[in-house]
């Protein structure tokens, strides 16, 4: 058993207690969003009028499933939760939510929202999953973890 210190930066504050009830039409559904980086928290946060930022010591032991999601699975998953799968007649969507639903933690790149453009024009079969990774690949904005549970959330 491990504790490791995460970052969330809100625009407004949180109200209650911390949940992983985001848009389900986040990069990895509904969860709670965490990063390991401390200035993208703060980054985040001074978008708002209010914004905090919260550092949070989560217990990651044996009990807590992750997933890491690289490559065409990062990918793909993507474009399943926000929601462009619809669009693309591939068997790779349809079931991508329900087999991610077993993990506590989903773990993967973070794609920010200067992508939808990219992909939109992959939806229409404009370009090419290879040509949207490759898309991809050019910004690193770090990792996001995503505590999908409520055991999940086990914090100190």
């Known amino acids: 058993m491990f504790d490791r210190i995460f970052y969330h930066g809100s625009k407004t504050g949180l109200k209650g207690d911390i949940e992983p009830l985001s848009n389900p039409n986040s990069d990895f559904g509904r969860g709670f969003y965490l990063g390991t980086d401390l200035i993208s928290a703060i980054q985040r946060a001074s978008i708002g009028k209010n914004g905090k930022v919260y550092a949070l010591k989560i217990n990651l032991d044996e009990h807590i499933t992750s997933c890491v999601l690289e490559g065409n699975k990062w990918l793909f998953t993507l474009l399943a939760f926000r929601d462009y799968s619809n669009k693309k007649d ?63 959330m086990s914090c100190n």
Do not use: H, P, W
Not at 99 to 105: E, G, I, Q, V
Not at 127 to 147: E, P
């Open 90 to 152: 591939s068997s790779l969507f349809y079931n991508i939510r329900d087999r991610l639903s077993r993990y506590d933690f989903l773990i993967g790149k973070i794609a920010d929202d200067d992508f939808s453009q990219a992909f939109k024009e992959f939806s229409e079969n404009s370009i090419t999953d290879i040509c949207l990774s490759k898309l991809l690949s050019c910004v690193d904005l770090g990792m996001q973890y995503v505590a999908t549970t409520k055991k999940s």
